[in-house]
């Protein structure tokens, strides 16, 4: 059933008043107009002003609720961790019959003027408004308090309102079965797809959007696993500095594979695409992250050995269910590896050849992770061999 119609108009980004969606490409059905993200390293920092295409959406009086979904920077597209989000909000419109309009700022400084938009809004009048990612967290600590009606979830982020639900998630425990993942396979030779990696490697690489707490979770994480699968193999790191900079993504991957690297783990929103056509160049391979990779970024699933999921879409569609069940609560809910908020999926192409070896010593892996047996650290300065 076709529950949102597009208006478009256009408008300098940051001013007050513009309503409904600004930047990057939407996938969401119905008749939307689409832009090119910005690139303006997303999280990375603000960019100036721009002029972007926004987009309002008409709802339905027969929606069970009406959601806000204000986007991380980079936006949709990106086939990882905004996608990820909207996929959430997508099932929660399939199965629950809500309506769904979605804000994408084009840099960090339009986080509140976009939260406070929709706590204003009256057509429709919001039920919920989903802040997606880490970034928007100083934001919705200043706009929840203003606006005490309304209802906020955030994800990635703990905002201690009483109207606001937080979700976040153990990235690194996921990341420790990636990186156990690459740990052993670059400590062999292993032929698959259009990749390949020598036994003799003794590093593989990690890539980061923007060197800030959360992120540095996944790399504890992956830096773990691989020194679990062999002490002796090195991780090269580096941060990038944007969420969506496939350039700088591609760059730092062929970087680390030309020092000797064969497998490269991102957790790096759109950069990472730059980090899949440097592994596809090289002949080497790549992890993805937060959604299967390998199907989202489908042209690169020749060189995606696994992906770690991050169930953002959990997170949406489980606080938008409450708000339609009558039973939203706040506080904050962590999701890991067993509540299924993290994992490990491998490749749709290249999943059948990793060894069973492999596949059972990661399984052991996860489950002794779940049991409490192996304490995964969150910081990498706490990673030993």
């Known amino acids: 059933m076709e529950r949102r119609t597009f208006i478009r108009a256009t408008g300098i980004a940051g001013i007050a008043g513009l309503a409904g969606c600004t930047g990057g490409p939407t996938d969401s059905g119905g008749d939307s107009t689409t832009t090119e993200p910005s690139d303006d390293g997303g999280d990375g920092g603000d960019g100036g002003d721009t002029e972007t295409t926004t987009e309002e959406t008409t709802t339905t009086e027969s929606a069970a609720a009406n959601i806000g979904m204000v986007y991380a920077l980079g936006g949709l597209g990106d086939g990882s961790f905004n996608d990820q989000a909207q996929s959430g909000a997508l099932q929660a419109e399939e199965e629950l019959g809500i309506t769904f309009n979605e804000f994408q700022p084009s840099q960090s400084s339009e986080f509140q003027t976009f939260q406070r938009q929709a706590a204003t809004a009256t057509d429709p009048n919001y039920d919920l408004v989903c802040c997606i990612g880490f970034a928007q967290q100083s934001a919705l600590s200043e706009t929840a308090p203003q606006y005490t009606d309304q209802d906020f979830m955030i994800v990635d982020a703990v905002v201690d309102e009483p109207n606001v639900d ?19 396979l670059t400590s062999r030779s292993f032929d698959a797809g259009a990749g390949s990696t020598s036994a003799d490697s003794t590093s593989v690489g990690f890539v980061g959007g923007v060197e800030v707490p959360i992120i540095k979770k996944f790399e504890a994480g992956f ?85 770690m999921v991050k ?54 892996s996860r489950q002794r992770i779940i049991d409490g047996e192996i304490d995964v650290p969150t910081d990498p300065g706490n990673v030993s061999n």
């Open 166 to 184: 937080s979700y976040v998630f153990a990235e690194e425990e996921g990341s420790y079965l990636v990186g156990q993942l690459a740990g052993l």
């Open 311 to 364: 169930r953002v879409d959990t997170a949406v569609y489980e606080s938008i269910q409450s708000v339609v069940d009558g039973d939203f609560s706040t506080g904050t809910t962590a999701l890991g590896l067993a509540d299924d908020g993290v994992g490990i999926v491998y490749g749709q192409q290249l999943g059948s050849d990793i060894p069973s070896s492999v596949e059972s010593a990661i399984a052991d």
């Open 223 to 307: 830096t773990a696993g691989v020194k679990r699968a062999n002490e002796n193999v090195d991780v090269i790191t580096n941060y990038v500095g944007g969420f969506n900079d496939p350039a700088g993504g591609r760059e730092a991957a062929l970087s680390m594979y030309n020092s000797g690297a064969d497998i490269i783990y991102h957790a790096s929103g759109n950069t990472g695409t730059g980090v899949f056509q440097a592994a596809q160049s090289e002949g080497r391979y790549a992890i993805g992250v937060d959604r299967d990779q390998s199907v989202t970024k489908s042209g690169f699933a020749d060189v995606i050995l696994a992906s």
